[in-house]
């Protein structure tokens, strides 16, 4: 039964289908598209936002990954609730602003956005941003199997159980030839991100202070500069950072998102958004007992740290499901940074890149997805390996490097000739240009400080 | 052809499914690339000098990550 489309939506041309071009991506994509136009056409609201949210949702709570949640524990452990509650929140809030831009240009361009950096400004500067992405990919993905082996090693579980279970997550999730099955089972698992909030509720924050702490931003934190700049620049790269924008704008052109979906695809980047603040807040609060009850927190990255030092004042339940929202930030930042990474690549040289192809058809897809998880694993696995250095270091890359691939979003997103009148508006670019600013004097800052103090010239600490 | 292009679909595709696509959604014309922008010699000036920054900040973080590794005690 033929599902009859507004007059707006436009047919495949008569030369593709005539010339039976037609792939089976084409055809499973087009699956999927059956149902969202006829969820339009029946005027289903909340179905077709069903079927349309995916890619938001996933970049922002796949961005709540295991060194995030870690940093953001650090930060209320170290520092209280102050500063650093509303500062997330804020950086949750340029995250959808920069998101935003790009799922907007990959629902009309169909393009993925390393594709277009290649296409668009030349070869030279698409490696420069595949190689950056790589770089911070890998370095990242090591840190969410950091998570996972800290998350499941509270309830006993080995380091190569607690990492292989996180491989075999990422093989049944691409195993199935359907961007549409991968997104539900990441979307699944997202849901338990959400668990930190709940950690923060057995915390029993008190109002009164939270209020105040977004009202006034205080108290502001003292101390060392270098360790202040540390916390600062890891918050930001816990929640901006190069992998989501070549991610989500790669999703929605392989979920087959229109300009006409853009309006639902606002929805699910800022219901992202939302959630994901809530729930990176939720671990800076639930952390934030061991600062009023001033527990040494230096080296609790380390091992189970912060999970056994909340024990004592949020009891065995408490910090079981800190642990356990551990394991699923870092599970589902193995499923999305993996994928971005196989996007990106696909896109630089020109090879399939899309859950839609099957196994067979699209080896090199899922043999980079499967592969970079592998590697990272590895990592992991080496004995007296610096794991907790590493943690550390993984948002701080993605901060330092983060401005670069902000500045192409803001010209593929300003570019006329690929976005017409979807282009940015003059308001969005001024936020857009401070975000980057913004990201850039965070890393910008510490590297100085942290590099004038390894070499010994300790003016700033 | 291109790899992404090998397996084509040479079957009669049901109707409805072909009209959910936008033309330009298909594969072989996604496939097809956006001609190249022509950047200004200020632009690509300003690219260049974000990228040499951008590297002299990565590589400062990166000896400041290296050293502490080295020093840490096991």
């Known amino acids: 039964m033929a599902v009859r489309t507004e007059p707006s939506e436009k047919a495949p041309s008569a030369e593709a289908t005539a010339e039976g071009l037609l792939t089976p991506e084409d055809l499973t994509r087009s699956g999927d598209r059956r149902r969202v136009l006829e969820a339009r056409h029946r005027g ?56 935003e831009m790009a799922m ?42 950091i998570a996972i082996r800290v998350g499941m090693s509270f309830f006993g579980v080995s380091a190569p159980l607690a990492v292989g279970g996180g491989l075999v997550l990422v093989a049944f999730s691409i195993a199935g030839g359907r961007y549409w099955r991968w997104e539900r089972i990441a979307l699944g698992l997202a849901v338990f991100n959400l668990l930190f909030v709940v950690v923060a509720v057995m915390s029993r924050p008190d109002p009164a202070a939270l209020a105040h702490a977004f ?35 790669s999703a929605v052109v392989d979920k087959g998102m229109t300009p006409k979906d853009i309006p639902q695809a606002r929805i ?88 839609n192809r099957k196994l067979g058809d699209a080896k090199s897809f899922y043999g980079i997805n499967l592969g970079a998880a592998v590697v990272a694993a590895a990592v992991v696995l080496i004995p007296g390996a610096p794991l907790l250095s590493i943690t550390l270091n993984a948002n701080l890359l993605a901060t330092v490097l983060m401005p670069a691939a902000l500045v192409f979003l803001i010209m593929l997103a300003n570019d006329g000739e690929l976005m017409g009148p979807r282009s940015n508006p003059g308001w969005l670019n001024w936020i857009g240009i401070a975000v980057a600013v913004l990201v850039g004097l965070a890393g910008t800052s510490y590297a100085v400080v942290a590099f004038f103090n390894t070499v010994g010239w300790h003016f700033l600490s | 052809m291109q790899d992404h292009q090998q397996h084509i679909y040479l079957g009669e595709p049901e109707e409805d499914l072909i009209e959910s696509l936008e033309p330009d959604q298909l594969v072989v014309e996604m496939d097809r690339p956006v001609s190249r922008r022509r950047l200004s010699g200020a632009t690509t000036a300003g690219l260049w000098a974000l990228r040499l920054f951008l590297l002299t900040i990565t590589a400062m973080v990166i000896y400041a990550f290296v050293a502490g590794v080295i020093n840490t005690p096991r």
């Open chain 1, 44 to 99: 289903r609201r909340f179905g077709l936002l069903w079927l349309l949210v995916g890619p938001g949702l996933l970049v922002l709570l796949g961005e709540n990954d295991g060194p995030s949640m870690l940093s953001y524990a650090a930060s209320g452990a170290t520092y209280g609730i102050g500063f650093f509650l509303p500062f997330i929140a804020l950086t949750f809030v340029a995250a959808v602003v920069v998101q």
């Open chain 1, 215 to 249: 009202a006034t931003w205080t108290p502001l934190p003292n101390g060392s500069l270098q360790l202040f700049l540390l916390v600062l620049a890891s918050n930001v790269g816990a929640t901006v950072t190069p992998w989501m924008v070549f991610f989500q704008q």
């Open chain 1, 104 to 145: 907007r240009v990959g629902a009309v361009t169909h393009h993925g956005y390393g594709e277009l950096i290649f296409q668009r400004l030349g070869g030279f500067w698409g490696w420069l941003s595949v190689v950056d992405l790589l770089g911070t990919n890998l370095v990242t993905l090591v840190t969410e199997f």
């Open chain 1, 268 to 355: 699910d980047t800022v219901l992202g958004g939302v959630l994901a603040a809530a729930a990176g807040c939720g671990a800076l609060v639930a952390a934030s007992v061991l600062f009023v009850h001033h527990v040494d927190t230096s080296q609790l990255q380390a091992g189970t740290g912060f999970a056994q030092a909340l024990q004592p004042f949020i009891g065995y339940p408490g910090a079981a499901i800190f642990s356990l929202g551990l394991v699923e930030a870092g599970a589902l930042a193995i499923m999305t940074i993996s994928a971005s990474t196989a996007y990106a690549l696909g896109e630089a040289v020109k090879g399939p890149h899309s859950f």
